[in-house]
């Protein structure tokens, strides 16, 4: 089974602060896919990033950068120098592999919303 | 190019009633994943569908079905609806065979209100 965990419900930040959001991941697959996605209030999902379980380089992209750790089986992200564009829910999402891409989930944590206030 | 596309926006049914909710894919995308949305629940996998056939599924009762045409698009049905069945309704396609290791490109959504 599948379990991804977001203990943060909700984030307030000011514009310009740093933000980290957490993301916990609990699978028995070897191979697996690790994801952000973007839910602003116009309610559209966007993706952000994929990571597999055998790329462990941490990534920066802009103001944005991920920091995975198999070690801990978390996958945080990191908002340099908010801005209020970025508020919206910010979803973690698991898949596991298969061989034909058979008896697979996308597992998503519960969200974390932030909200950057100017 | 065109996104993922729904139809309808936004739907109210009563209990006991089946619904039909409608998803085109982005233009050669051969997957079609289905997703329920809820303040309670979240964000929930419902199936996957790929060159018509069903291949993975989430744990949801058999009320809950879907098909997928030749040409990708998909359909998703739900049957006897239940109040809990208020939901936002997402679907999501992707390039390739990967399907749910795939980058997903989600569409706006059904809003489904149960009376």
């Known amino acids: 089974a599948q379990k991804v965990t977001q203990a943060q419900t909700e984030i307030s930040v000011v514009e310009k602060e740093d933000v980290t959001l957490d993301c916990v991941y609990e699978t028995r697959d070897t191979t697996y896919y690790l994801f952000w996605y973007k839910q602003p209030p116009s309610g559209e999902l966007v993706f952000l990033i994929r990571?597999?379980?055998?790329?462990?380089q941490n990534e920066i992209s802009g103001r944005y950068s991920w920091n995975f750790q198999k070690s801990t089986s978390s996958f945080n992200f990191t908002i340099t120098a908010s801005q209020v564009v970025d508020s919206a829910v910010y979803f973690c999402?698991?898949?596991?592999?298969?061989?034909?891409?058979?008896?697979?989930?996308?597992?998503f944590g519960g969200g974390t919303r932030l909200m950057v206030k100017p | 190019k065109a996104g993922v596309t729904q139809t309808p926006r936004y739907l109210i049914k009563t209990r006991g009633q089946q619904v039909t909710l409608s998803c085109s894919p982005i233009?050669?995308?051969?997957?079609v994943s289905w997703y329920q949305q809820t303040p309670g629940q979240g964000l929930q996998f419902l199936f996957e569908?790929?060159?018509?056939?069903?291949?993975n599924k989430g744990n949801f009762p058999g009320r809950f079905s879907g098909r997928q045409f030749s040409n990708s698009r998909s359909e998703m049905n739900v049957s006897t609806l239940e109040l809990g069945d208020s939901a936002l309704y997402l679907c999501a396609s992707s390039l390739g065979t990967g399907g749910l290791n795939q980058p997903q490109h989600f569409g706006d959504g059904t809003r489904l209100s149960i009376l």
């Open positions: 233009s050669g995308h051969r997957s």
């Open positions: 990571r597999n379980s055998f790329d462990e």
């Open positions: 999402a698991l898949s596991g592999a298969s061989y034909n891409n058979a008896g697979n989930m996308l597992t």
């Open positions: 569908y790929f060159s018509e056939t069903q291949r």
